[in-house]
């Protein structure tokens, strides 16, 4: 009997380009038929502004047997996406990509391949982004090294929202990750089993531009740390004894140079200001992580889903 891959894919305003993506995508899909595997893409409309909905309505009409489709009442987010991707996923393994084609489908067959090896987790790990500026390459880069000093978990540099997971990862995911703030291939490379990498050259987007902008990937750096460490919570403490050590040193220069107080007001002003911000830094970093708690606590869905298409009920 064939196994099933669910290709999973996220589409926000993509109107130019997700016949493409699914042209190109199913092409390479169909090849899988003589290795033992049937296929299904599983598209989740992330409330799209454009026409990208009518357009998944219509692959959802021409190509039944494979092509299901949900569509959230607003628009939720990347990681809300690929949950409701996860959520709603039947097959075996399950393959997350973004619909703009930069996650090149031709891995697909090689992501089945080590799926048949036994492996359960298959981390993408991106070689090179032409399409990315010199500034998204480096802030890309530090956040992994960041993480990885902050965090127990180990992060393969570079991964991407192209990854692959069995059913069983599925259903621990499923379970018990049921965050609000999220970081989905985080998890992913968090809950264990035998995981191994695929190296890719990202491809040129084949139509629009990117969705993220440098201010929402550095609120995305910050959830993804306060998911992932508490280490900056211990920032005070570290803060506290450097600046008694420099209030010490302060003192001494004090006592040995001068009889009293210092003449000038500037080392009084410059050490304030310093222990101001370092106080003000510290008390927002403790407002983050009451901000992820509020989050949580107020237990909202993740998303909701207006319509689905070629997918049971249940």
């Known amino acids: 009997m064939a196994k099933l891959l669910s290709v999973i894919v996220s589409a926000y305003n993509e109107e130019a ?25 599983l598209f989740v409309n992330d409330g799209s502004r454009d026409h990208t909905g009518e357009i998944l309505t219509e692959l959802a009409a021409e190509d039944p047997r494979h092509v299901r489709t949900i569509t959230f009442s607003r628009n939720f987010g990347h990681e809300a996406a690929m949950t409701a991707g996860l959520d709603y996923a039947s097959g075996d393994g399950l393959v997350f990509m973004d619909a703009d084609l930069q996650h090149p489908p031709q891995y697909l067959k090689e992501i089945t391949e080590k799926m048949d090896a036994g492996y359960e987790v298959i981390s993408m790990v991106r070689t090179r982004n032409q399409t990315a500026g010199l500034i998204k390459n480096i802030t890309s880069g530090g956040f992994y ?108 220069y004090t006592l040995l140079t001068r009889s009293g107080a210092p003449s000038g007001y500037a080392t009084i002003v410059v050490l304030l200001c310093f222990m101001f911000a370092v106080l003000f830094l ?25 319509n689905k298409e070629n997918l049971p009920e249940a």
């Open 282 to 306: 510290v008390v927002g970093i403790i407002g983050e992580y009451i901000a992820v708690l509020f989050e949580e606590m107020k237990d909202r869905p993740i998303y909701i889903v207006e």
């Open 17 to 41: 380009g997700i016949r493409e993506f699914y042209a190109v995508t199913s092409g390479y899909l169909r090849e899988l038929f003589g290795s033992g595997w049937e296929y299904e893409i």
């Open 145 to 252: 090294w960041l993480i990885n000093k902050l965090s127990d978990v180990h992060f393969e540099p570079n991964a991407s929202d192209f990854f692959a997971i069995s059913r069983n990862v599925q259903t621990v995911l499923k379970k018990n990750y049921r965050e609000k703030v999220r970081f989905l291939r985080g998890y992913v490379q968090n809950v264990g089993f035998r995981k191994t990498t695929i190296s890719y050259e990202a491809a040129p987007r084949v139509a629009g531009s990117s969705h993220y902008s440098l201010r929402k990937l550095f609120a995305f750096s910050m959830n993804t740390i306060m998911c992932f460490s508490n280490m900056p919570l211990k920032l005070g403490i570290i803060a506290g004894v450097f600046s008694a050590l420099l209030g010490l040193i302060i003192l001494c």
